[in-house]
């Protein structure tokens, strides 16, 4: 049987929380969940999220839809910003060992271009095996954009199920974690197959 393709309850929590507080504060009825909810979703809500389970992303992207539009007003710019609540969250959580990245990067200690950008994608590297602790599908690598001189790429493979909501929430993650670092808005994303999302950074170091 397939394994369905999951996110860890450590970042699907976020998306039950702030639904909850949306029907706390009146601003959404339980009736109007199902315009973008269906019906197997609901126990996710009713049920307490365990930070070490997995949930089925399928969920958590509509959930996140749900989220863009009703508080975001439909604009992505939205999920961008909940992507860097996720990263500050997990960092002051301290549920994951590679989010020591943005506390002690090899990229600070480096001092000439060459020895930074080498450093840089050594951090990369580090960071990429989060994707593996978050997600239960896709292949994640860094490497040196052959396009763009003196720039890294992060490329997601066999992302067919990676959803556009989180696109947008990752590129909100790493540009927070570039933000730490003195490198505001580095990076965007692009999808130039179902199956592969690739990040690039829009300038160098």
């Known amino acids: 049987m397939p394994t369905i393709a999951s996110i860890k309850g450590s970042v699907f929590v976020s998306a039950t929380e702030a639904i909850h507080k949306l029907l706390a504060e009146g601003s959404l009825s339980r009736q109007e969940l199902t315009r973008w909810l269906k019906p197997e979703d609901f126990p996710l809500l009713d049920e307490e999220v365990r930070v070490s389970e997995w949930y089925d992303i399928r969920a958590f992207a ?35 060992q590679q989010m020591e990245y943005l506390r002690n990067t090899q990229v600070e200690k480096a001092i000439d271009r060459k020895a930074r950008f080498e450093a840089f994608g050594r951090d990369l590297r580090l960071l990429n095996t989060l994707s593996a602790s978050i997600l239960n599908f896709s292949k994640w690598v860094s490497k040196p954009d052959p396009d763009r001189e003196g720039r890294h790429m992060i490329v997601a493979e066999e992302a067919r199920d990676f959803p556009e909501v989180m696109c947008w929430r990752t590129d909100g993650f790493f540009n927070e974690m570039a933000r730490v670092h003195g490198e505001p808005d580095l990076w965007r994303w692009d999808r130039p197959s179902p199956d592969r999302v690739v990040f690039w950074m829009v300038r160098g170091l």
């Open 62 to 96: 509509r959930m996140s839809e749900l989220l863009r539009d009703v508080e975001g007003g439909g604009k992505n710019e939205y999920l961008r910003q909940q992507g860097r609540k996720t990263a500050q969250r997990l960092l002051e959580a301290g549920l994951y």
